[in-house]
């Protein structure tokens, strides 16, 4: 079917919360998604950091055809092969870096979205402070930042245009300015707080890619110890291998005790998690939690494939050395300012550009490109970007920004 008629169909009869690029795409395969008619294109967008592996990778696709070959779905009633597997295999990421002694059991409760994530986590986190911790039900989030469009995800994300339309959102929430660490020693300091969390993103993402820096993170872990308080980081785009590390926290010297992902877990099949440190997660009970779809035989058969796959050696170094390729040459692009991220999470401001529109004549020219804003692109590549295709980007850009 055409692009047109899928466009009339979709005018029609699906929801237009999506201003949709003028495409149709119809096939892929792992640097390359091809349209409706036949054209080829680089994409560097891998449906918002999903594709991982790219598109159709062969262990991905091989997982899933074998599963739902075999089994579909039961339910979370029953176990299933894998899900432990999964599991452990998070709870060994969440540990990379640390010495033995500093590791910590993780418990990981499996969802579908990074939005279902980030509603575990914060659940979780008022339920351990009610129980076991500081009695606390206020949550600190950053100014910028996104967690979801769920109600509860909405009213964390510290953006009141996005709220506007949909108040009266829950409430039960408190915002502070990233890198600000007085601001949020003052929220503490309060006694009209009473906070048993801050969720922060360690690299915001939505906003077009602003890390926090690990003076303010390690601020952050520190007066929540002080105080009781719990810390969730938001990995949803920041985890799984994205920065050059297992987790974008890992960047930054600290270990959460919260931490939510989806995205590139399963490279491409809706797959989310959330994971917390044991003492913290004891802290749900059976009935407490729970999710039909979540952790499902196919979840967690791609979910396996593609950690296995990221898991091979010399994953991590490959990331940020082609991250770091790509930053120095956009950094030599005239036009193009303060380029900043970690591993294949880069953003950078355009200030004499549309940036939309240097999406869309990208679309025309073979590239899937990001603009967060007016100004800003943000690139997020399958994680199995090459030199070779981060420099095709590159001189793309240069001749036309720097023009």
């Known amino acids: 079917m055409s692009l047109e008629e899928q466009k009339a169909l979709e005018s029609e009869y699906v929801m237009g919360t999506f201003a949709r690029k003028p495409i149709c795409l119809v096939e892929g395969k792992g640097m390359k998604v091809v349209d409706d008619q036949g054209r080829e294109l680089l994409d560097f967008i891998a449906g918002i950091g999903v594709c991982s592996l790219g598109h159709c990778h062969p262990a991905v696709v091989q997982a899933v055809a074998d599963q739902a070959s075999k089994l579909i779905h039961v339910s979370n009633y029953y176990y299933i092969e894998k899900r432990g597997q999964v599991a452990r295999m998070l709870s060994d990421l969440l540990n990379w870096g640390l010495e033995e002694g500093e590791r910590f059991t993780w418990q990981s409760f499996f969802s579908n979205s990074g939005a279902e994530s980030n509603e575990c986590a914060m659940k979780l986190a008022r339920l351990y402070a009610r129980r076991f911790g500081n009695g606390g039900t206020d949550i600190v989030t950053l100014e910028r930042s996104f967690h979801g469009r769920t109600m509860e995800t909405l009213a964390a994300t510290a953006q009141p245009a996005k709220q506007e339309a949909f108040q009266p ?7 502070t300015p990233i890198n600000d660490l007085p601001a949020l020693k003052a929220l503490f300091d309060d006694p009209a707080n009473k906070i048993c969390a801050v969720m922060v993103e360690p690299i915001q993402g939505e906003s077009g890619v602003h ?7 390690q601020g952050v872990q520190r007066l929540c110890r002080e105080h009781g308080a719990l810390v969730i980081a938001d990995e949803v785009q920041t985890g799984i291998y994205r920065t050059g590390k297992p987790f974008g926290f890992q960047n930054f010297g600290i270990v959460p005790d919260i931490v939510s992902m989806a995205k590139g877990i399963a490279s491409g099949f809706p797959t989310g998690a959330c994971a917390a440190k044991k003492e913290v997660a004891c802290a749900f009970e059976a009935g407490d939690h729970g999710t039909t779809f979540g952790g499902s035989n196919l979840a967690v058969a791609a979910a396996y494939a593609t950690l296995s796959t990221l898991g091979e ?11 770091a390729y790509l930053r120095d040459r956009l950094r030599a692009i005239p036009g193009v300012e303060n380029v900043r991220g970690f591993g294949l999470m880069v953003g950078c401001d355009v200030p004499q550009a549309d940036a939309n529109k240097v999406v869309l004549d990208a679309l025309a020219d073979g590239f899937l490109l990001n603009a967060t804003g007016p100004h800003t692109l943000r690139f997020l590549p399958p994680l199995i970007c090459t030199e070779a295709e981060a420099s095709a980007l590159a001189d793309y850009l240069e001749g036309v920004l720097g023009a």
């Not at 959102?169 to 915002?175: A, Q, R, S, T």
């Not at 050696?313 to 991250?323: K, N, W, Y």
Request: aromatic share 8%; proline share 12%.
């Open 313 to 323: 050696p010399g994953t991590l170094e490959r990331i940020d050395a082609v991250g």
């Open 169 to 175: 959102v829950p409430g039960g929430f408190l915002h």
């Open 211 to 217: 890390p926090c820096t690990a003076e303010f993170l």
